[in-house]
């Protein structure tokens, strides 16, 4: 609800007390995500089909990506897609990152996260980050002994490259 949304921002604008982790629930639009964006991938280019698409999440979620796709722009190649799905609207996506998706991004220049948005149960593909977009958000390891697993990354709208590779 937007308007609970907007509530929470300004009761606790960075989100420090009002963190509640549902497991079930963000896996389950997780994977509602994956799949509006797999059937995204199949409306936009008529060449691409189910089995050019696999769904690497269902079988193993450690890879750093969630989807081989054919690329929009040149189908001979393959896409790493990093689907996220925000439930929360206005001027920012917000995402969890884990260290080895972005370790995976940050050697694959095939890989991207895929920004899906959920509103009201509609989903919608929002567009692209590629790693060098978040490359300089990410948090580093100081001191070495100390080591970051995952990020909540809150991008601005406007700088999510509204196409897909």
Same mark, same amino acid.
């Given at each position: 609800n937007?308007?609970?949304w907007d509530i929470l921002d300004k009761i606790d604008p960075n989100g420090d007390k009002t963190k509640k982790f549902n497991? #079930? &629930? &963000? $896996?389950q639009?997780? &994977?509602d995500g994956e799949i509006f964006f797999i059937n995204h991938l199949i409306s936009l280019n008529t060449s691409i089909s189910r089995k050019n698409i696999r769904h690497i999440s269902l079988v193993d979620d450690s890879t750093g990506f969630d989807i081989i796709a054919p690329s929009l722009t040149?189908?001979?190649k393959n896409m790493l897609a990093e689907v996220k799905t925000s439930t929360r609207p206005g001027r920012y996506f917000h995402l969890y990152l884990s260290r080895n #998706?972005?370790?995976v991004g940050s050697i694959n220049n095939n890989w991207y996260i895929a920004c899906v948005s959920s509103k009201n149960s509609k989903y919608s593909v #929002?567009?692209?980050l590629l790693f060098d977009d978040i490359a300089d958000l990410l948090p580093t390891d100081n001191p070495p002994s100390a080591k970051w697993e $995952?990020?909540?990354l809150r991008i601005e709208n406007q700088y999510i490259r509204?196409?897909?590779p």
């Open positions: 937007p308007v609970a497991n #079930e &629930l &963000l $896996s639009i997780g &994977l040149d189908p001979t #998706e972005a370790r #929002e567009g692209h $995952s990020v909540c509204h196409s897909l």
